[in-house]
């Protein structure tokens, strides 16, 4: 049974070379011609058949192309379906039209390296047609136009016949033979002597095919060299030497790098520690991305899976990300309500439910020492198990007593601190009472010298100070102000016989103390 290359009947082949083979072959519809079969596989036999498709479309374009020819560029179905053309040859040029005809076909095919004996012409009644074309044929631009020009002027006249002078007619077609002959010589003599220089584009980026093709007029030297760059697209131009922008001339060499990244294997790193995991990703010539981590009944820190999967295809150097167990689900617990009872019994709740105490900060307050007042987070939360938990809990007055024998406290004052990493602040003075100088003084009365220790540790950046004294004089409240946490305050006030002192801060009883008269 014959073998069928796409829609054609191979008949038989006819040769074979490089990447293209021809085969006599017959279309759905009857018609036989010559089919050339091309296998793309390689940058270089891609480079051909779209340089060959090129000139097919130059000739198109000067409707030099028999009906029925067929062109297909499809993934595995690289080829050119010639139909057989009955007409007589052109060759030998008769006549001034075919000679210009022949000249314009010359000049489309020449800059894409084809010369005039690729050519099988045919002289159809509407004109030239092109009947086949060497696809694999390959000439410099020069020696391209010197081959056309050679081609033209070595002709033969007609077999058999004389040759004859009869006037003007009988020599001017020779006449305008020679002169293109000479033209085109001219043109070659002059490409060679002095050959053009190019601007070399940027060819990064594209693939072999496009940049064949912005550089194939240059009549270039082109030489692909494989590189290795995982980051960049495969089967492109990653780099190129020289750099673009460059000036050449013609069968100057340029080097360009294609991408074609080494692959290997993802290895299976299941159930490795994050460390040997990460070097044996190195030794495979990858890299590691990102490390997710996920809860899971294996330890903690054992890599659970990889993106890509183990045994997967990829170019080395691809970013692995990795997948790392964080060890079990944790449990939760609910935060219970502390506020109102003692530290001794809100730790003994906390260990109930499974959480840790935290920082214990104490406040100045009317309440018991001890006694929580604030918890952070607050109750009704669900914690982890284990988790801390921040509780405010009341202390001491922290009150600086006067030295002076007449102040008789009524329970003993904590010494002031200055909490860690801060500096002591200077004392700052309390506002003064009306007529507290010393020579204002009536019979019985006396100066109390008064110094207050601000707390360090409170939730506000300002205390309310408010000193109530109740002597022989009766009741008044000496001081009212507002001072910052943390201060010294000083000052004295005025009193007549025994008096007794309330100091309040934020309105709740901080200090009370007696002074007798002496």
């Known amino acids: 049974m014959p073998e069928r290359l796409g829609p054609y009947e191979a008949l038989h082949q006819e040769r074979s070379e490089a990447f293209l083979t021809t085969w006599r072959a017959r279309s759905n519809d009857g018609r036989e011609g010559s089919l050339f079969w091309f296998e793309v596989r390689e940058p270089e036999a891609r480079a051909a058949f779209f340089r060959f498709r090129k000139a097919l479309r130059s000739l198109a374009a000067l409707e030099a192309l028999p009906e029925g020819l067929e062109i297909s560029a499809k993934p595995g179905r690289y080829y050119v379906f010639w139909p057989d053309v009955d007409a007589p040859s052109a060759l030998p040029a008769k006549g001034r039209k075919v000679v210009r005809e022949v000249g314009r076909l010359l000049a489309a095919l020449a800059p894409l390296g084809y010369a005039l004996p690729d050519l099988d012409l045919r002289l159809a009644e509407d004109g030239l047609l092109v009947a086949r074309l060497e696809a694999l044929a390959e000439h410099g631009e020069e020696e391209a136009y010197r081959l056309g020009s050679r081609f033209l002027r070595g002709l033969p006249g007609r077999a058999g016949a004389p040759r004859r002078r009869t006037g003007l007619r009988g020599w001017l077609p020779g006449a305008l033979l020679a002169l293109l002959g000479v033209l085109l010589i001219a043109a070659a003599a002059g490409r060679y002597l002095n050959p053009p220089e190019y601007t070399l584009p940027d060819l990064r980026g594209l693939g072999p095919r496009e940049a064949l093709e912005k550089v194939y007029p240059m009549g270039l030297k082109v030489v692909f060299v494989e590189a290795s760059d995982p980051e960049k697209p495969r089967d492109k131009i990653i780099e190129q030497n020289p750099s673009p922008g460059t000036r050449v001339k013609p069968q100057h060499r340029l080097e360009l790098f294609l991408n074609r990244p080494k692959e290997a294997t993802v290895p299976d790193l299941g159930g490795l520690p994050l460390d040997e995991a990460q070097s044996k990703l190195a030794d495979g010539g990858f890299q590691p991305a990102e490390i997710d981590s996920s809860h899971s009944q294996r330890p903690a820190g054992t890599v659970l899976a990889t993106t890509p999967p183990a045994e997967a295809p990829l170019p080395q150097g691809t970013p692995i990300k990795v997948l790392v167990s964080a060890g079990p689900t944790p449990r939760t617990t609910i935060l219970p309500d502390l506020k109102n009872l003692s530290l001794e019994d809100a730790k003994y709740l906390l260990s109930v439910a499974e959480l840790q105490v935290g920082d214990v900060q104490e406040v100045p307050s009317p309440e018991p020492a001890g006694t929580v007042l604030a918890q952070s987070p607050p109750a009704g939360s669900e914690l982890t198990t284990g988790s801390p938990v921040t509780l405010t809990v009341a202390g001491k007055a922290n009150v600086l007593l006067p030295a002076s024998g007449a102040l008789l406290p009524e329970r003993p004052a904590a ?104």
């Not at 602040?425 to 009472?433: H, N, S, V």
């Not at 019979?443 to 707390?455: C, H, Q, S, W």
């Not at 009212?480 to 009883?509: H, I």
């Open 415 to 518: 010494p002031s601190e200055t909490p860690p990493g801060e500096a002591p602040q200077e004392p700052q003075a309390l506002p003064e009472t009306p007529g507290s100088a010393a020579t204002d003084l009536q019979p019985g009365e006396r100066i109390v010298p008064i110094k207050v220790a601000l707390p360090a540790q409170s939730n506000r950046a300002t205390v309310h100070v408010r000193l109530e004294v109740s002597d022989d004089g009766g009741s008044r409240t000496p001081i009212d102000t507002y001072a910052p946490v943390g201060t010294t305050l000083e000052g004295s006030v005025r009193v007549k016989g025994n008096a007794t002192f309330k100091l309040y801060l934020d309105d709740y009883l901080y200090q009370q103390w007696s002074s007798k008269a002496p």
